[in-house]
């Protein structure tokens, strides 16, 4: 049994993995700074214990970040929790992934776990979606290579920029109106987050693989990818724990 962590800028998901890839819980606690080794280490007993998993029974744990500062902290958190070295997903990993970009050690780690993942799980080609603070689409091609992709910002950034830069338009929950043609502002706002970022998705599968010049398998994962992904018009396949398989393949591949 392994424990992986996938570190995002506004949260932390945990999941704890069996030798078969079963999944026994996911968990999503929040990213602070502020926190210490000790806290970490305190939330991610706690955790355990509300799972019902008995932590000498996990013989390893693996990371993947996109929030530098905090890794060392994680990390000793595991430590202290697990009597354990994690992996930390680097450069230095066996991935499987040929990467071409034009500075390959510039590529995210959730990047890398999320086409890890998608290749060996879903095969290629393949884009992959993951909607999380930032929306990133990124593009494996049918030889296994990782091409590159876009970032854009994630809704809820959106949103808040919105009411933010505004005088008069507010804070909304993010669900969709009845109507994509509004009769208020509420239901205008909606309209234009859930409906405008599932066209703007759209549009950019369609562009990629005009690009790539042939179609390709879409996958979608991240925290606010079950509210958008469902108004899109093309076949997207959800999966909210690709990046826990993506880490357990990595794991598996340097253990």
């Known amino acids: 049994m ?10 932390i998901v945990a999941g704890c993995m069996g030798k078969n890839g079963e999944i026994f819980f996911t968990e999503r606690f ?9 806290e970490y280490a305190v939330v991610l007993k706690t955790i355990l214990e509300l799972n019902y998993i008995d932590r000498e029974k996990i013989e390893g744990a693996i ?4 929030v530098p500062p905090l890794t060392h902290i994680i990390k000793s958190a ?5 009597n354990c070295e994690p992996l930390v997903i680097s450069a230095g990993l066996k991935t499987g992934l040929n990467i071409h970009l034009d500075d390959p050690s510039t590529m995210g780690a959730d990047l890398v776990v999320d086409s890890v993942a998608a290749m060996n799980i879903y ?3 393949s884009i992959v979606i993951d ?11 049918k030889n296994n290579t990782y091409i590159g992709g876009a970032i854009f910002p994630g809704v809820n950034v959106s949103v808040e920029a919105l009411a933010a830069g505004t005088s008069l338009l507010p804070r909304v929950s993010l669900g969709a109106p009845k109507k994509q043609i509004a009769t208020n502002t509420m239901d205008a ?67």
């Open 2 to 11: 392994i424990l992986a962590l996938d570190m995002g800028n506004t949260n």
């Open 30 to 38: 929040s990213t602070d700074l502020n926190k210490t080794e000790l």
């Open 131 to 141: 909607m999380g603070t930032a929306t990133t689409i990124t593009v494996i091609d």
């Open 63 to 66: 990371i993947s970040s996109v």
């Open 189 to 255: 706002i909606k309209s234009g987050i859930i409906f405008g970022e599932a066209s703007r998705i759209d549009g950019m599968i369609d562009r990629f693989e005009e690009e790539l010049g042939y179609p390709a398998k879409v996958v979608a994962t991240g925290g606010l990818a079950s509210v958008i992904i469902p108004h899109c018009t093309h076949e997207i396949v959800y999966d909210p724990e690709l990046m826990l398989k993506g880490l357990k393949i990595i794991y598996d591949k340097n253990a």
């Open 123 to 125: 095969g290629t080609p």
């Open 78 to 82: 595991l430590r202290k929790l697990l």
